[in-house]
């Protein structure tokens, strides 16, 4: 269940994480953008979802180069933490990450993508068929995200009603702890 | 152990410095490994893992509970081997490194090792040798596209060694906890009620 091109002769692979040593390659990608090059503190990179999420990652050749992680929710898929190793960056492996990651939902019969973007990457997103869920965003400070969705299958336009309401970015413990999504309580 | 590091007023951070001994702690060490070898560095993924985690000591620090420091320390015949050393960017200016290495030779020194090994990066070799750390030899050698010195130090271990006449039940403790009751020692409260005995006697007949 491969997605192939190649980047200097080197074939590109993306494969999901089915054994420990696969899960600690994408938390390595991972420590290696975030925590290496962006200065995210350890505790808020893994942030307790690890476990109940689903994790793919892109080799170049044997090399682990890049990672995104998979939630799941009853009304749509997450992708989030998605990361490039630097020196790899501009050759669409993200692109082939995020594919992955819809054709996976969509064989789970999913029919949303749910992600939350950084500002900056807002129109990258909106070109590649994400709409942000509403024009205010759902954070404040440099830290502020904005949700936004795509469609599963592009062929069937999300009703704007299936939207969901702002923000999951809360370890599931809490979001069961109250049994409402963090934001439903917004005045 | 969880040892503090740093003394004095209340506001500065909290420095502790433990062998890593579950999953999550040997997680945090390959994660901050990832972020300055891999992240920092440019250093291939499989020359980070080398192969050599699973037969290593990994020793953790941690500055008010966040990691932010590892090391690995491999044990060899007559010497324990230093390696794989990082601190975090964020923590660099804390002054950790020494402490740090400090504990991890204290820590080699308890369990009865004379000596600590490393191999140190070139641009390193002054804080090596102001850290007691003498070269073994002239030879420079590179790997991982640095160059590197080898470097020993003398460890004072003392009659106090483990050796195969220390009390049993000190060897069986957690490592870097060596000189205080571990839970197998706990346990002995128990009793030996050698729940196997019958199984063996009739494998035997």
């Keep these: 269940m491969n997605t192939t091109n190649s980047i200097g002769g080197q074939p590109v692979t993306i494969k999901l994480a089915m054994k420990m040593e696969d899960s600690l390659q994408a938390f390595a990608v991972r420590a290696a953008c975030f925590i290496g090059e962006q200065d995210i503190p350890y505790s808020e990179e893994f942030d307790g979802n690890d476990f109940g999420a689903t994790h793919i990652i892109a080799y170049l050749g044997e090399e682990p180069v890049g990672a995104v992680r998979l939630r799941w929710f009853q009304s749509f898929a997450m992708p989030e933490r998605l990361a490039v190793m630097q020196r790899f960056r501009g050759n669409a492996i993200g692109e082939l990450l995020i594919e992955r990651c819809r054709q996976l939902a969509e064989s789970r019969g999913a029919r949303m993508l749910y992600t939350q973007a950084l500002p900056r990457d807002i129109k990258y997103l909106e070109k590649h068929g994400w709409r942000r869920v509403d024009a205010g965003d759902t954070g404040k400070g440099p830290k502020r995200v904005v949700a936004m969705t795509r469609p599963v299958d592009p062929n069937q336009p999300l009703a704007d009603a299936d939207a969901p309401d702002a923000v999951t970015v809360r370890n599931e413990s809490q979001v069961d702890a109250t049994g409402l999504p963090l934001g439903s309580n917004r005045g | ?35 300055v070898f891999i992240g920092e560095q440019a250093c291939p993924y499989w020359e980070e893992y080398d192969g050599n985690d ?4 990994h020793l953790m620090l941690y500055v008010d509970g966040e990691p932010a420091a590892s090391m690995r320390v491999r044990w060899f015949a007559g010497f324990a081997k230093l390696e794989r050393a990082v601190i975090l960017k964020r923590y660099r200016s804390y002054g950790l490194f020494i402490p740090f290495v400090h504990w991890a030779k204290e820590f080699c020194r308890k369990k009865g090792y004379p000596k600590a090994y490393l191999h140190g990066q070139k641009r390193l070799w002054p804080i090596f040798e102001k850290d007691g750390f003498r070269k073994v030899d002239d030879k420079v050698f590179h790997f991982s596209d640095h160059e590197y010195g080898a470097f020993a130090c003398d460890l004072d271990v003392g009659e106090n060694a483990p050796t195969v006449t220390t009390d049993p039940m000190v060897l069986n403790r957690p490592e870097d906890k060596l000189d205080m009751p571990g839970i197998l020692e706990e346990s002995m409260e128990r009793g030996a009620s050698n729940p196997h005995a019958g199984w063996t006697e009739r494998r035997a007949t």
């Design chain 2, 1 to 35: 152990m969880t040892v503090q590091v740093t003394t004095g007023s209340s506001n500065r951070p909290a420095i502790t410095i433990k062998l890593a001994s579950t999953s999550d702690e040997l997680m945090q060490c390959y994660m901050l490994r990832a972020a």
């Design chain 2, 54 to 57: 699973y037969s290593a000591s």
